[in-house]
């Protein structure tokens, strides 16, 4: 694992943007794996002000998000798909066909395996963006997932659910699953970045990079993966052995 450490979060998310920058103008047409969550929100901000001063092209790019939840539809302003429109898709001139993001609502296991089979159709994902929960999760893989596991509906675990409830007015309307990618198919992703700042996420880190690699940590399956770079403030690397 490559670990980048950051004095500061504008710094973080520079670096991060430039590498997807970087890889967006060497080649063209990478597919990109995207994340939700407020991690790389500044990081998008950076690739739509880059987008406008120099028109970074991101016509052939495909992207693949990690995650979506059950029951919310793309209008929903909670949706992943719809953060993703807000954030990204709809300032850059990435035409909707080639932006995927696992979908929430109508048959589930069927959903899933097209968007394996997507995946496969366009490649393969290049470059994989992830977070990482408080709990070591991965996507929406709480701990307990299989390593194996390829796209699957996936129950949320209380803490996940409880994390999330500050999006939604009502406790009812928050999701208790979701779609997401799994371990599996994030694992075959060429290349991972993973970003994470603030105390909070310290443990799950050390835990990730130091820790056993067990499916009670997900994050820690990384540790067998040839090219990650964890992208951390001080902070969230602070109890790295
Ligand atoms: N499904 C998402 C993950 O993909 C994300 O990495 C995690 C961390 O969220 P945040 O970046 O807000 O800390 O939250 C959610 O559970």
């Known amino acids: 694992m490559l670990i980048n450490i950051f004095p500061d979060n504008d710094e973080l998310h520079r670096a991060v943007s430039k590498e997807i920058i970087q890889l967006v103008k060497t080649k063209p047409d990478s597919v990109l794996g995207l994340s939700t969550g407020s991690s790389p929100v500044d990081t998008y901000a950076l690739l739509v002000d880059d987008y406008k001063k120099n028109k970074t092209d991101y016509s ?37 066909d080639q932006t995927h993001v696992p979908l929430g609502t109508g048959d589930l296991d069927n959903n899933c395996q097209e968007y394996e089979a997507l995946i496969q159709e366009a490649g393969g994902i290049d470059l994989q963006l992830l977070g990482i929960g408080t709990n070591g999760h991965i996507g929406f893989n709480e701990p ?22 500050r999006f939604f007015e009502t406790s009812e309307e928050v999701p208790t699953k979701a779609v997401t990618m799994g371990i599996k198919t994030i694992m075959e992703a060429r290349k991972i970045i993973l970003l994470a700042y603030g105390s909070h996420k310290a443990a ?9 690699v067990s499916e009670d940590l997900p994050a820690s399956i990384l540790q067998k993966h040839e090219h990650v770079a964890l992208f951390l403030d001080e902070e969230a690397a602070s109890l790295l052995q």
């Open 60 to 96: 052939s790019i495909v992207t693949f998000n990690l995650d979506e939840y059950v029951g919310l539809d793309a209008h929903h302003d909670q949706s992943y798909r719809h953060f993703m429109n807000f954030h990204l898709f709809n300032h850059l001139n990435i035409p909707a």
């Open 144 to 165: 307990g997932t299989s390593f194996e596991s390829r796209t699957h509906v996936a129950p949320l675990l209380k803490d996940t659910i409880e994390a999330n409830s």
């Open 204 to 212: 799950a880190v050390r835990d990730m990079v130091n820790g056993e």
